[in-house]
């Protein structure tokens, strides 16, 4: 493919330290981004997307731990691999600058003592050392937020002075303020009405089409969602990611018997199931402690054949831009 | 700050200070009730002997029963004595002692106050300071040697009473190693003035009773403090700022600025306490404070200066109630700019 | 289900020696007075003896066997906490669980009160309290610091109650991944039970505390000897400045043991249970 490469994941596993076992959230997760690209990827609760989304820029904390596997980055001139990185040159030169994640609970997440303008320049002072005129970001700041519909005048005010939705948009304004390449929104929208999921969802859109960021990844559980912004779906399942495929691909052909039962939720009708996402698939997400031998939804899938319960479906190309990892389609 | 932001905040105060004043307005009248209410009490039994007494045979009564009499109001109806006592107290009027007869109250206790208050308000702080200090840096460093350390040694360290604590310094210190004075607050045959050499034995003497509040409330303050911050270094916000690349010292900055606004409100419900430790530490060094006067009025029962303690010791402890809301209410810009009041 | 929420608290160190200290002490308090069966009140031999083969920990001004003292006090001192603790956490749940229950001007009015009492400085009002109170029994001092140290507690449970009642807890705990209304059920009762034990704990240092405070300045039970009393005594002869260590160290010891050893195990509970607090 000759589009740029902007992130690419090679077999990464990423463990909870729990005790005296390992909760495998992410394990041996592969995929690329590419430019101009929005990614949906989709999971059920626990599934493991929020620890991807801090996988996919190296923000490893405590409990979690990185086993193994690659995460490269195209910073412009080159790639770098940020799995080898210190922490604190991923936070002086990567975070914020080339990757930033609107969090899964935007509501909270803007300092709440603070005038956001304030917020900004001490940001701005962590990233530069007063190389870059404040002015200067100050007044891109007011751009960014008259972009997602605010008031450029809110930078002046405190948090709490802003609706739910608007403290949504602020921080998207912030989370791109320092124009990243790849921008991570983690269930941006699920805590929104109706009317500021839209609003949210547009905002995000026009920055990708001014290119002010690159890539977005936009992580959720609602598929409407996805089909509304994403270019292509990732599916994850207990940790691993079962299908990979553009968005009109997969919602005309859902390969993946798990891919198939998700979809199959948003188009049945009664708004009943469909509020309760897709729990209706029968069975219960594995346990990531502990999870099942062989494909990790085969307890659950109605086309399991005998290979599903001794041997892991790697994940495979089937077409020319779409992948699954399920022997149904490769023996 | 323009004009319209001052409005949440004269609010705010209002609402804190209506609040004080009311719950002052209960603490007075269980100190009016208490006495009258209490069976079997001795101070009733001591009031209606006098009564009797009076009415058989007035000139047996001395003078100072006849104060006791007439402030306790004893034969009147309970809702006329209350009201005198409000108007009393409303006064600045908080009886005669017995003790000192014909002492008032308010004359016996003033000299002993400045001292209570030159103890435990810098101990206070001190120990406020240096114990969020510990707390916000173990916090920060949670699951190091650092942290563990602070984290046990404050678990115990918070236990110990300040009395005790008290009574180890004094052993240690002045008995065994003869350091420091044994008790009282400067030397004896010094007279209270503002010469060099009584502020220095003042200052000798100030040393034990403030390190073992000091000490011992740190404990508390670091066991709190390091929780807040746990839990702050994985709110929302934090992760957001260190996700855009925040230095870790600036979030750690934010962070421990949160976390004292809370602090503050938690000074103030800790005012109590602190004070009866103190007032019980003062004892132990015979410390001329007030707890030094509050346990002769109890050993002689003059329970006019009793309540008269109490009635002055609630008041200086709402006053500073009254002082950390408007602190509180200054820093947070929450309560300044009118939302997020809630607890 | 008890069984396994259980089970990591015994891989806690914190925990173990906690409860290892509480329960030697509480064995101390049941059966030191059997196994060292002096009489603590009386006065057995000379004055102000140190520790020896005979006074394991000396005697007191008036011959009094400290070590007879100090089982015994730490039997009434364990004593009155757990009274404490009881009226205390009766209260407070009832306030508190009346309060959420009921809501509007019932609440109001509850929470009001509880606020007051809360704002009350509590020892200070026990002390007023107690020197109008010529005879005073264990109970009765228990009595006193129980009714005045509820507040805190009945406004955690009303909060903790409320997040259910207003279904936030079971909307969040949807979010998670549950389906259910008994789920969050299931959750919120352990919840509100563990807290309901870690206040409990709480509450008995604060009347072991209380207690002797309210000896130090001559309040205490005017009956029966507690730690408190022992100390009380300690200072009014002077025992410190005169340096009859063995005096005044061991009660004040067996205090800060106790109240030291309870604080660790609610710490160590709060570590095990609470989801943000959790190791590793
Ligand atoms: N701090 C942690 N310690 C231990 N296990 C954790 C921790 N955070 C998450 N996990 C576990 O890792 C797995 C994946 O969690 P993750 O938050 O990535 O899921 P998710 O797909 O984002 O779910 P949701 O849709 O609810 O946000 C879950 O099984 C969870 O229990
Ligand atoms: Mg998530």
Request: hydrophobic letters at 50%; one cysteine or more; a positive charge.
């Amino acid at each position: 493919m000759k589009d740029t490469l902007i992130l690419s994941l090679e077999n990464v596993r990423s463990y909870y330290a729990k005790g005296n076992y390992y909760v495998k959230a992410v394990d041996g997760v592969s995929f690329n981004i590419f430019k101009g690209e929005v990614v949906g990827i989709v999971g059920e609760s626990g599934s493991g997307k929020s620890t991807l989304s801090n996988v996919m820029i190296m923000n490893i904390k405590k409990p979690l731990n990185f086993i193994e596997g690659k995460v490269i980055l195209n910073v412009g001139a080159n790639f770098l691999e940020l799995n080898t990185l210190p922490r604190q040159e991923l936070q002086k030169i990567i975070w914020g600058r080339e990757t930033s994640i609107v969090p899964q609970s935007a509501m909270n997440a803007l300092m709440p003592t603070k005038k956001i303008r304030d917020f900004i320049s001490d940001l701005v002072k962590d990233h530069f050392e007063r190389a870059l005129n404040e002015e200067e970001i100050i007044e891109r700041a007011k751009q960014r937020f008259t972009d997602v519909g605010l008031s450029p005048n809110d930078i002046y005010r405190y948090p709490f002075e802003l609706s739910g939705g608007m403290r949504q948009r602020a921080v998207i304004a912030m989370a791109t303020l320092l124009n990243p390449r790849l921008l991570i929104c983690d269930e941006p929208t699920s805590a929104l009405d109706v009317a500021n999921q839209k609003l949210v969802l547009k905002t995000l859109e026009q920055l990708r089409k001014r290119e002010i960021v690159e890539s977005i990844v936009f992580i959720t559980h609602d598929i409407a969602t996805v089909r509304q912004i994403a270019t292509r779906m990732v599916v994850m399942y207990a940790g691993k990611i079962v299908e990979n495929s553009p968005v009109e691909d997969i919602i005309k052909d859902p390969l993946h018997p798990y891919s198939r039962g998700l979809l199959l939720s948003v188009v049945t009708p009664e708004p009943e199931i469909k509020k309760r996402g897709i729990s209706f698939i029968p069975g219960t997400p594995p346990d990531l402690a502990n999870p099942p031998i062989g494909c990790r939804f085969h307890p659950r899938c109605p086309y399991k054949m005998d290979i599903c319960e001794k041997e892991e479906p790697p994940l495979k190309k089937v077409d020319t831009n779409r992948e699954v990892a399920c022997f149904l389609f490769n023996k | 700050m323009p004009k319209t932001a001052l409005k949440p905040f004269l609010k705010y105060v209002g609402r804190r200070f209506f609040f004080l004043i009311l719950t002052y307005f209960v603490a007075i009248t269980i100190i009016f009730i208490l006495p009258r209410a209490i069976p079997g009490n001795p101070l009733s039994q001591l009031l209606s002997r006098i009564a009797v007494q009076g009415a058989a045979n007035p000139e047996t009564i001395s003078n100072v029963q006849k104060s006791l009499m007439e402030e306790f109001g004893v034969g009147k109806p309970i809702i006329v004595q209350y009201l005198s006592f409000l108007g009393r107290l409303f006064r600045g009027d908080l009886g005669t002692s017995i003790n000192f007869y014909p002492k008032k109250c308010l004359d016996v206790l003033a000299p002993f106050i400045p001292w209570t208050l030159f103890l435990l308000i810098p101990a206070t702080l001190t120990a406020w300071i240096i114990g969020n200090t510990l707390g916000a840096v173990a916090g920060n460093k949670r699951g190091t040697w650092m942290d563990n350390l602070v984290l046990n040694t404050s678990l115990v360290i918070s236990q110990i009473p300040y009395y005790w604590l008290g009574m180890l310094l004094i052993y240690t210190f002045s008995v065994k190693l003869g350091i420091f004075p044994t008790q009282g607050g400067y030397a004896q045959g010094l007279l209270p003035s503002f010469s060099f050499k009584f502020i220095t034995s003042v200052l000798y003497h100030y040393v034990l009773p403030f390190l073992s509040i000091v000490i011992a409330a740190i404990g508390g303050w670091a066991i709190g403090t390091r929780l807040l911050v746990i839990y702050e270094l994985d709110a929302d916000y934090t992760i957001f700022a260190v996700n855009l690349g925040m230095r870790d010292r600036t979030v750690f900055k934010y962070v421990f600025r949160n976390i004292l606004l809370p602090q503050i409100t938690g000074l103030a419900l800790n005012l109590g306490s602190a004070l009866g430790g103190a007032l019980i530490t003062e004892l132990i060094f015979n410390y001329p404070g007030t707890g030094y006067i509050l346990f002769r009025a109890l050993s002689t029962l003059d329970y006019p200066l009793i309540q008269a303690i109490f009635v002055i010791l609630i008041v200086a402890i709402y006053f500073a109630n009254f002082i950390v809301d408007f602190v509180y209410a200054i820093v947070d810009p929450r309560i300044r700019l009118g939302q997020g009041e809630g607890s | 289900m008890w069984k396994a929420m259980i089970r990591p608290l015994f891989k806690s160190p914190k925990f173990i020696v906690g409860m290892t200290i509480f329960l030697l002490i509480v064995l101390m308090a049941i059966f030191g007075p059997i196994l060292y069966p002096k009489d603590p009140t009386s006065f057995a031999g000379m004055p102000e003896q140190p520790p020896s083969k005979e006074y394991p920990l000396g005697t007191d001004t008036y011959g009094g066997d400290l070590l007879a003292k100090v089982l015994n006090g730490t039997r009434s001192s364990l004593y009155v906490g757990f009274l404490v603790a009881i009226i205390s956490m009766s209260i407070g749940l009832l306030v508190g669980i009346f309060s959420a229950m009921k809501g509007g001007i019932v609440d109001e009015l509850l929470m009001s009160f509880t606020n007051i009492v809360l704002t009350i400085p509590s020892i200070l009002l026990a002390i007023l309290i107690a020197s109008y109170l010529r005879i005073r029994s264990l109970e009765v001092i228990a009595v006193i610091l129980g009714i005045l140290s509820w507040p805190w507690f009945a406004r955690a449970i009303r909060a903790q109650l409320m997040s259910l009642i207003n279904r936030e807890y079971v909307y969040l705990s949807r979010l998670a991944g549950y389906g259910d209304f008994r789920l969050a059920i299931e959750d919120l009762i352990p919840a509100i039970a563990t807290y309901t034990f870690m206040a409990f704990i709480l509450f008995i240092n604060g009347g072991i505390l209380g207690e002797a405070g309210l000896s130090l300045i001559g309040l205490g039970p005017t009956k029966g000897v507690t730690l408190g009393v022992v100390l009380q005594w300690a200072v009014l002869m002077e025992a410190v400045r005169r340096g009859l260590w063995w005096w005044f160290i061991p009660p004040g010891l067996v205090i800060v043991l106790l109240t030291s050893s309870l604080l660790i195990i609610t710490t160590a509970m709060d570590e095990v249970f609470n989801p943000k607090l959790r190791e590793r």
